[in-house]
T-cell receptor
Framework: DAGITQSPRHKVTETGTPVTLRCHQT?????MYWYRQDPGHGLRLIHY???????DKGEVSDGYSVSRSKTEDFLLTLESATSSQTSVYFC??????????????FGQGTRLTVV | GQQLNQSPQSMFIQEGEDVSMNCTSS?????WLWYKQDPGEGPVLLIA?????ELTSNGRLTAQFGITRKDSFLNISASIPSDVGIYFC????????FGKGTRLHILP
């Protein structure tokens, strides 16, 4: 295992409520990514981080915010959940300086349903 | 923004057949990646390509990084039932941009 844990694994929430998803790594990797996966769209990048407190937007960042206050945790927040944010969310980690492991490893995903 | 066009979207093949899928981009990437995703799991890296023209194998899988740096292909030889899944290409810089995937079905 790449030492990456997503929580929760499943969540059902109501429209308009804030939701926070957590990605936790034990690998000390520098880069962390949040993707959403929807049928017909593949994996789309929401936000990513290249270090503590260093984050940037991806392709589909509207309605999402992130925070990375320490290396091991990358939080994704849906400020006011909408039904269009029903999706499977994947976190990935990467360290370009880790010999033999320079490419991204993915977590097992969080299935979020907004009702 | 950067986009990757992956084709075909899905494939139905007989066990034992060879498979070919490809990916093209509107932008140049310095690294091309191929991932496979099984149901209920996250994507798993199959092959990474770092140089234009590079041809790399991993068992029955072979991938090539196009000379223009805007395309890549993945071949699977002698398909077996466990090859079923979704295959994604990805171009990497600081961001990692994915294609929409090729869903592989194997007929008994």
């Amino acid at each position: 295992d790449a030492g990456i844990t997503q929580s929760p694994r499943h969540k059902v929430t109501e429209t308009g409520t804030p939701v926070t998803l957590r990605c936790h790594q034990t690998e000390n990797h520098r880069y962390m990514y949040w993707y959403r996966q929807d049928p017909g769209h593949g994996l789309r990048l929401i936000h990513y981080s290249y270090g503590v407190k260093d984050t940037d937007k991806g392709e589909v960042s509207d309605g999402y915010s992130v925070s990375r206050s320490k290396t091991e945790d990358f939080l994704l927040t849906l400020e006011s959940a909408t039904s269009s944010q029903t999706s499977v969310y994947f976190c990935a980690i990467r360290d370009p300086n880790r010999v033999g492991y320079t490419e991204a490893f993915f977590g097992q995903g969080t299935r979020l349903t907004v009702v | 923004g950067q986009q990757l066009n992956q084709s075909p979207q899905s494939m139905f093949i007989q066990e034992g057949e060879d498979v070919s899928m490809n990916c093209t981009s509107s932008s140049i990437f310095n690294t091309w990646l191929w991932y496979k995703q099984d149901p209920g799991e996250g994507p798993v890296l199959l092959i990474a390509l770092y140089k234009a023209g590079e041809l790399t194998s991993n068992g029955r899988l072979t991938a090539q990084f196009g000379i223009t740096r805007k395309d890549s292909f993945l071949n699977i030889s002698a398909s077996i039932p466990s090859d079923v899944g979704i295959y994604f290409c990805a171009g990497r810089g600081d961001k990692i941009i994915f294609g929409k995937g090729t869903r592989l079905h194997i007929l008994p």
